[in-house]
């Protein structure tokens, strides 16, 4: 799913924080409610598969992709995975 943040004049942040896992995988945290990334359907849990078409699943560390967000002040383009597909994926990988 592709979700693309863009902030006014008014707006400092995109309201979304990234928590990441050991192995680099990204997840939304801290959503704030009625901030740009809830209004476009960002969740908590989200899986946050690239920014801006680089990919940091698994591949890059939380600096690196909080720096990622941070290179376009304006505006950010987000590939995810919703949080209840990513878990199915991961039960599914398990078996």
């Not at 939304?28 to 920014?51: M, P, Q, T, W």
């Not at 590939?79 to 990513?86: E, P, S, V």
Request: proline share 1%; hydrophobic share 35%.
């Amino acid at each position: 799913m592709e979700i693309k943040l863009k902030k006014s004049k008014n707006e400092e942040a995109y309201g979304f924080s990234i928590s990441t896992t050991e192995s680099s995988v990204h997840f939304a945290r801290g959503i704030l409610e009625n901030g740009i990334a809830s209004k476009n359907g960002l969740k908590d849990g989200d899986c946050i598969l690239a920014v801006n078409k680089v990919t940091i699943h698994m591949q890059l560390n939380n600096q690196e992709a909080t720096l990622l967000i941070k290179q376009h002040p304006k505006k950010v383009h987000l590939t995810i995975l919703k949080k209840a597909d990513y878990e199915l994926r991961s039960l599914l990988r398990q078996k």
